[in-house]
């Protein structure tokens, strides 16, 4: 089957986060399954773009309103990837450094999307399904069936569509309609949702299918979606829940070039302890005490606001039990508090602002504990990270955490999960996993074992999806 996956991210490329690691996964699993997948990206100019060889395979042009742009698609000549990788190039729109944050961004996506819609109409390899991945995507489905220029050679492709993330909805004002491309009209109610043209809502009613990247994310979104709820409550015969998968070449603590000390299940403490000794070294904290670690974007999805309290209570109440250090970048208030409370914290408590995939590597594997409060987790690729390094994570019950983590006081339970996303849940926590570390150290070891073992790689996922697929092809 010849799948093409549409996305803003995917790592190496480009990754701001786990959609960049599940675009950069899914496709080399589904190639190994014996199926071509490929993968086309904006050509942001990123580290990866200057490492590699590529090579120019279409030139088009295209028209966002009234600016007329030209386009290129590059392919990476090596193939590296396990997959073929296509960039998109738009000057003046996409040749930038990051992948979002901009402030013409609608604009950056609209046009990446006519690009792709306008290459995949002139090429000769027709793809049987066409992947797209959130909100930055999300108007290829409606493209494909009732624009114009696109219908009458994409309306027969089947199209998927996966929510990795419902709280962006990439939600554009009617005014700026003339950004898309010309449509069939008795069909706009098929962009809109709550007054303006919503490119998630636009996805979820015009894909053959949509996917959540979890179970339990998709039974929540019926109930808290940002505004969307009776629209997933609406079309919930077409959504299905597929839970993320990891890549267990990149992660794996037995080759992991990052770590100072690579280890299997059977050197787990010694290796564990060589590499947390290495960031207490850098971090000046004490390599005796248990290591504790948050690694994620500063938002509010993931109760970030609430770490700088719960860095305080957990600094009074265990004075000299613990160690915490926090990797991760966003709100630029709570960056500076974080800051400032590693100099207040010192010796005890160390951050790392910023953005450090090396990092978060040596952390997943020196850590004891990874702390994740998030309120809204479609999946969370970081605990299952953790987990494969031996690291016990501490989850809010939610979303892809709830599927993913059972607590330890369950049977055959190997982590810790609270209710509430609030100080004291998770401050109670920290208590129940510090009581663990010191009281029982044989069985923090034997659960350690046990989720190291899970195989929580992309084989079976990726099974799921193609089953998706044929259903629809
Ligand atoms: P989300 O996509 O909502 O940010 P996920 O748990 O799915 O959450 O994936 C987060 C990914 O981004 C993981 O690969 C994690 O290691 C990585 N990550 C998050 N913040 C940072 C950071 N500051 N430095 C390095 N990696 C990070
Ligand atoms: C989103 C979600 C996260 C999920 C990731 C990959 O960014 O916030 O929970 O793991 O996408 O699907």
Redesign the pocket.
């Known amino acids: 089957m010849k799948i093409l996956h549409v996305s803003a991210e995917c ?1 190496p490329m480009a ?8 675009v950069g996964a899914l496709p080399k699993y589904q190639q190994r399954a014996g199926h071509v997948a490929q993968v086309v990206v904006p050509m942001y100019r990123t580290p990866y773009l200057y490492k590699k060889e590529w090579e120019l395979v279409h030139q088009g042009r295209q028209q966002l309103g009234t600016y007329q742009f030209s386009y290129s698609v590059i392919r990476e000549k090596s193939r590296e990837l396990g997959f073929d990788l296509y960039l998109v190039d738009i000057n003046g729109l996409l040749d930038r450094p990051k992948v979002y944050g901009y402030e013409d961004d609608p604009q950056r996506f609209i046009a990446f999307q006519l690009s792709v819609m306008d290459w995949v109409c002139h090429w000769t390899h027709r793809p049987d399904v066409i992947h797209v991945h959130d909100h930055h995507t999300g108007l290829i489905p409606f493209f494909m069936r009732y624009a114009y220029p696109f219908r009458d050679k994409l309306q027969g492709v089947p199209s998927v569509f996966t929510i ?2 419902a709280q962006y909805q990439g939600w554009i004002d009617w005014q700026h309609r003339d950004w898309l491309p010309p449509y069939d009209e008795w069909k706009s109610g098929l962009i809109e949702w709550a007054g303006q043209i919503n490119p998630l809502a636009a996805a979820v009613k015009s894909a053959w299918k949509v996917t959540t ?1 979890s179970y339990s994310y998709l039974e929540e979104l019926r109930h808290s979606a940002n505004g969307m709820e009776k629209l997933f409550e609406y079309e919930r015969g077409k959504c299905s829940g597929i839970l ?1 998968g990891i890549d267990a070449a990149v992660w794996d603590p037995s080759t992991d070039p990052l770590l100072v000390k690579s280890y299997g299940i059977d050197q787990l403490a010694p290796g564990k302890q060589a590499n947390k000794e290495s960031l207490c070294q850098q971090f000046g904290l004490d390599p005796q005490k248990p290591l504790f670690t948050f ?3 500063l938002v509010h ?2 109760a970030a606001d609430l770490l700088p309290e719960v860095i305080h209570q957990c600094m009074h109440h265990f004075v000299d039990r613990m160690s915490l250090i926090l ?3 966003g709100d630029s208030t709570l960056e500076s508090n974080l800051h400032q409370l590693a100099q207040q914290y010192t010796g005890r408590f160390g951050a ?10 040596r952390l ?1 594997a020196g850590a004891d504990f990874l702390l ?1 409060p ?1 309120r809204v ?9 953790a987990m494969r390094y031996g690291t016990v994570p501490l989850v809010r019950n939610t979303g ?1 955490l709830r599927d993913t983590v059972v607590d330890m006081g369950e049977w055959q339970g190997f982590g810790i999960r609270f209710d509430q996303a609030s100080v004291e849940d998770i401050v109670y926590s920290v208590g129940r996993a510090l009581d663990l570390y010191e009281q029982n150290p044989s069985k923090l070891q034997g659960m350690q074992r046990h989720i190291m073992g899970f195989d929580h790689s992309w084989d079976r996922s990726a099974a799921q999806y193609l089953e998706l697929y044929q259903s629809i092809r």
């Open positions: 790592y990754k701001a986060g786990g959609l960049g690691d599940v990795h993330n990247v993320n690694i994620g974007r999805e993931k990797l991760g970048s790392y602002i910023g953005y450090y995939e090396e990092l978060s590597h997943y994740m998030s987790e479609p999946c969370g690729l970081n605990q299952l990270y892809g």
